[in-house]
């Protein structure tokens, strides 16, 4: 059988996105082919035959992109219409993002128990001191920074300075208010006491995204901060990939690419389906040793294999580990967003951003699997 060349990957093309002209059009609500809560929505969809799993795969980037990025990832992974999820509809926290992949779409379910949806049923401890004035009942898109302590002693200066000046002694300013609350929104941050805002401490995200509490203790603050805002959102995952509990009760083999700090191997692990044998490529060192320290803690009876450059995955290297495992059953991985997200003006340059452009090697390695396994 002829195999593909691994080592092609597309040519740079600057602004490619923008010449296309179809605009993509994001569902409102963002619950894709249904969750939990929501009425049962009874969807079919025929997939091409190049895209029947499995393997089975799945893509997960930032739903908001600039101009065309869904179209040209569409274009590469078999002209899959994406599956746009906010995770408010499973966490405490909004979360819009899209999701390609060629799972089964029935017999999805929930992690249980059920995580909290709402600040106070996440961070009951806020409660006390929320003023009746910040209506939020869910945080914003967790970010891969924090407001700064410099921030938050305005937010409490000028949150004194209104309420010393103002003849309600409860209320401050429409204007104080308007500002803080488009700094609380902007930064996640919640009321830790009177005229106290705060930013989110790491083990709050951690059980907001999903994770085990301290997943990512023994990290620096700024490295935990930067792998949650990075990972899956846990719950959303975990319910599209329940499909695969009844079709692999004694286990999976996962190729799990720019894995980050596990999530991936979390959800598997929430729904209960063992993992054989994990490939593991991702970079950051920190995150490898966040999943390493994971999968130990758990007691994982599989094999975890950390790959640090995506550019070592080769024919060869995929032919290997093919060989060993007979085969991947899941290929899995999304590629930062920070040349993606409308948060980042500085370098928002779409699919060719120097983290986004992963994309083209996320295809480029599931090309070479389908390839290699026959199955293309």
Same mark, same amino acid.
């Given at each position: 059988?002829?195999?593909?060349?691994?080592?092609?990957?597309?040519?740079?093309?600057?602004? %490619?996105?923008?010449?296309?002209?179809?605009?993509?059009?994001?569902?409102?609500?963002?619950i894709g082919f249904g969750v939990p809560h929501e009425p049962f929505r009874n969807v079919h969809r025929t997939l091409p035959d190049a895209a029947i799993g499995p393997p089975y795969f799945y893509y997960e980037n930032v739903a908001l992109t600039p101009k065309g990025v869904w179209n040209t990832i569409k274009r590469f992974l078999y002209e899959i219409e994406p599956e746009f999820v906010d995770s408010k509809f499973f966490c405490a926290a909004a979360r819009k993002r899209g999701y390609i992949h060629n799972l089964p779409l029935t017999n999805r379910s929930p992690i249980q128990p059920l995580p909290p949806r709402t600040i106070f049923e996440a961070l009951p401890g806020t409660k006390k001191w929320w003023p009746s004035w910040d209506k939020r009942e869910q945080l914003n898109c967790i970010l891969t920074?924090?407001?700064?302590?410099?921030?938050?002693?305005?937010?409490?200066?000028?949150?004194?300075?209104?309420?010393?000046?103002?003849?309600?002694?409860?209320?401050?300013?429409?204007?104080?208010?308007?500002?803080?609350?488009?700094?609380?929104?902007?930064?996640?941050?919640?009321?830790?006491?009177?005229t106290k805002v705060a930013p989110l401490e790491p083990d709050e995200i951690e059980l907001i995204?999903? *994770?085990?509490?301290y997943h990512t203790r023994g990290a620096s603050r700024a490295e935990r901060y930067k792998g949650l805002? %990075? @990972?899956?959102?846990?719950?959303?995952?975990? *319910?599209?990939?329940?499909?695969?509990?009844?079709? *692999?009760?004694?286990?999976?083999?996962?190729?799990?690419?720019?894995?980050?700090?596990?999530? @991936?191997?979390?959800?598997?692990?929430?729904?209960?389906?063992?993992?054989?044998?994990?490939?593991?490529?991702?970079?950051?060192?920190?995150?490898?040793?966040?999943?390493?320290?994971?999968?130990?803690?758990?007691?994982?009876?599989?094999?975890?294999?950390?790959?640090?450059?995506?550019?070592?995955?080769?024919?060869?290297?995929?032919?290997?580990?093919?060989?060993?495992?007979?085969?991947?059953?899941?290929?899995?991985?999304?590629?930062?967003? %920070?040349?993606? @997200?409308?948060? %980042?003006?500085?370098?928002r340059d779409g699919l060719e951003g120097e983290h986004s452009w992963l994309f083209y090697d996320y295809f480029r390695i599931l090309d070479g699997v389908k390839s290699i396994m026959g199955t293309n």
């Open positions: 059988m002829k195999k593909k060349n691994l080592e092609k990957k597309p040519k740079r093309k600057r602004n %490619n996105e923008d010449e296309d002209e179809d605009v993509l059009h994001l569902p409102n609500p963002m920074c924090i407001g700064s302590a410099q921030l938050t002693d305005r937010i409490r200066l000028a949150l004194e300075n209104s309420n010393s000046n103002s003849k309600s002694e409860c209320e401050p300013s429409e204007q104080v208010k308007k500002f803080v609350i488009n700094q609380c929104k902007k930064w996640n941050m919640v009321w830790t006491g009177k995204m999903g *994770y085990p509490i805002g %990075n @990972a899956f959102q846990v719950d959303t995952v975990a *319910y599209h990939l329940s499909v695969l509990k009844n079709l *692999y009760p004694h286990g999976i083999n996962v190729l799990s690419l720019f894995s980050g700090i596990g999530g @991936a191997e979390v959800a598997l692990h929430r729904l209960g389906i063992p993992m054989k044998n994990v490939v593991s490529v991702e970079k950051s060192v920190v995150c490898q040793n966040i999943l390493q320290d994971w999968w130990e803690q758990t007691n994982q009876k599989g094999n975890l294999i950390h790959v640090s450059d995506v550019e070592d995955v080769t024919v060869e290297k995929l032919e290997e580990w093919i060989g060993c495992f007979g085969g991947f059953d899941l290929v899995i991985g999304g590629s930062p967003c %920070n040349n993606l @997200a409308g948060g %980042n003006r500085k370098t």
